[in-house]
């Protein structure tokens, strides 16, 4: 790059940096809480099922170092190049969920048909279909934002082509997967300046939706029950989330010790993968979990301003991506943390970076090395606007004392000294 005599520019400001590391801590502090957790947490169901204590231990490691790799693969690629594959990523999207329902492909887990067996693990299509949809829909709205403000027709559209995929989740069914998708997008839609009377029409129309959708099925209808009067279904619908409230009970303030908790002995459900977050609460109590909740929130704000940035240097596409990429794992995480604490219904969704599984932790490392990518971009132009001021050269205290001022002479100043010049001859003469 070429640079004038008279401008330089600068290297990466320390506040993107800072950005880039505190993305980094958060998740890798979540990530090593998560796995001595689920360590914890795993010890007596693997015995029980597999005869080793250590295989979920083993297997979430090895999910830890695949994520990344994944993670410096992802890193590479050129947000461009998402841009112009939003299309394709759709279509994939759209074909892994019609293969996760071929009976004979997609496996099967209580009553809900939401993986693909890969031999030694199970691929869950919904938790990568949610980025591949939000890169699709951030490429829409960057390409159509002018229509959008004036035509409803090409507000509706990207709804539409989402609706494709919100139908596909329910007939797993993964309601959980679709609330979590359409909030991300309405987060894209409104950081993204659409205009607020549109904005809350649609809003509604969603409220209404999910709200119909969540009294469509009978085991929905028990769930609401269930979480609003939990202990009067302790022993059936309702024994999961008592088994949970009764861990959060147990650890107090500082927790019963890390290893010391009783709930995952068979009595709390999936305490490994869903509930992960009750069995911190019981084992190392409310300072557990309000650091858990400091650090998700922590990566929650670092996420939008990172798509702050990108939007202020121009990068409109990433930034979008960003805000509902940071939504989307956020909202994940407030929907898990509720539903073990009981202000939510259980919806089945795990805690990223944190819960047992190959298919959440892999997606999770995904999301975060674009949203690094974003930021990396995002300082890569900043380094090229940003011009650094040479120091004024100050004269030497000498070469002021020796320096001297000449008049400069304009043709005013001229003409002056020559009338003063033949008044001092007319005076000589006259004496």
Known sequence: MNTSNDLSFSAPSSGAMNRQSVLFLCAASLVCIGFVVVFSASLDIAESLANNPLYFVKRQGTFIILGLMVSFIVYQVPMDLWQKNGVLLFLVSFLLLVIVLIPFIGHSVNGSRRWIPLGVTNFQPSEIVKV???IYLAG??????????????????PMGVLLSIIILLLMEPDFGSVVVLVLAYLSMLFLGGVKVSRFFALVGVCVVALG??????????????????PWEHQFSSGYQLTQSLIAFGRGEY?????????QKLFYLPEAHTDFVFAVLAEELGLVGNLLVVGLFLCLFITGLMIGRNAEKVGRFFSAQLVYGL????????LFNLGVNMGLLPTKGLTLPLMSYGGSSMLVSFFVLAIIARVERETREIEA???PLKKPKKTPKKSEKNTVKKTPIKTPDSKASSAKSEKQAKHKVVVA
């Open 212 to 229: 119909l959708l969540a009294f469509s099925q009978p085991y929905r209808v028990a769930r609401l029950k269930s979480f609003l009067e």
């Open 384 to 386: 090229q606007m940003v």
């Open 140 to 157: 829409y709205i960057v390409r159509k934002k002018v229509e959008m403000e004036t035509l409803w027709s090409a507000f509706l559209k």
């Open 254 to 262: 500082f927790g019963v010790g890390l290893g010391n908790g009783v």
């Open 326 to 333: 940071s939504v989307l794992m956020a909202v994940q995480a």
């Open 132 to 134: 591949f949809m939000l």
